[in-house]
T-cell receptor, first 113, second 109 residues
Framework: KAGVTQTPRYLIKTRGQQVTLSCSPI?????VSWYQQTPGQGLQFLFE???????NKGNFPGRFSGRQFSNSRSEMNVSTLELGDSALYLC????????????FGDGTRLSIL | AQRVTQPEKLLSVFKGAPVELKCNYS??????LFWYVQYSRQRLQLLLR??SRESIKGFTADLNKGETSFHLKKPFAQEEDSAMYYC???????????FGTGTRLKVLA
């Protein structure tokens, strides 16, 4: 099976812009989670989608949003970018049930100038 | 509040020495606990989960509900064990994952 694929791998944006990141889960996986990874904070949970519905949400401002399509692919959008949004954004997919491990992508490295 | 704590940011041990990476959690129900590992230039990947009660790459982890801990142990460290290790808790019912801040393990020759 192909692994979790995230595009693009790298992005450079300026403050105030918006950005959309994409994640293709492992075939058959219905859950997609997004995380922000920074050196100081580790992995911070953003949100999780299951069968096109947001099932869980972390403590991030409304500038961070996401969606999931019928093929389980997911996108994450960040509007009005701030310098502090510079981070590695990781996507993980799973089957979505109890004790199901998450499978991570390589991430999208977002740099805000 | 649900929380996962990994008190050590960095742990350095010599090759052949025992390793214990600490993980404590705060959760009111029955936790589902995992250890993930990220080797240099590789993806974050599952190392083991408590429900499996298995040993992976010589690592084991025992859930201690009394002490709310899920420490990762290996009797003899190898240089290839050098990596970033994350403890994670899955909230049963909500299926939400909570990660600790990670411990970097350095195994010295």
């Amino acid at each position: 099976k192909a692994g979790v694929t995230q595009t693009p791998r790298y992005l450079i944006k300026t403050r105030g812009q918006q950005v959309t990141l994409s994640c293709s889960p492992i075939s058959g996986h219905r859950s997609v989670s997004w995380y922000q990874q920074t050196p100081g904070q580790g992995l911070q949970f953003l949100f999780e989608y299951f069968s096109e519905t947001q099932r869980n949400k972390g403590n991030f401002p409304g500038r961070f949003s996401g969606r999931q399509f019928s093929n389980s692919r997911s996108e994450m959008n960040v509007s009005t970018l701030e310098l502090g949004d510079s981070a590695l954004y990781l996507c993980a997919s799973s089957q979505g049930g109890s004790n199901q491990p998450q499978h991570f992508g390589d991430g999208t490295r977002l740099s805000i100038l | 509040a649900q929380r996962v704590t990994q008190p050590e940011k960095l742990l350095s041990v010599f090759k052949g020495a025992p390793v214990e990476l600490k993980c404590n959690y705060s959760y009111s129900g029955s936790p589902e606990l995992f250890w993930y590992v990220q080797y240099s230039r590789q993806r974050l990947q599952l190392l083991l989960r408590h429900i499996s009660r298995e040993s992976i790459k010589g690592f084991t982890a025992d859930l201690n509900k009394g002490e709310t801990s899920f420490h990762l142990k290996k009797p003899f460290a190898q240089e290839e064990d050098s990596a970033m290790y994350y403890c994670a808790l899955m909230s049963s019912g909500t299926y939400k994952y909570i990660f600790g801040t990670g411990t970097r393990l350095k195994v010295l020759a």
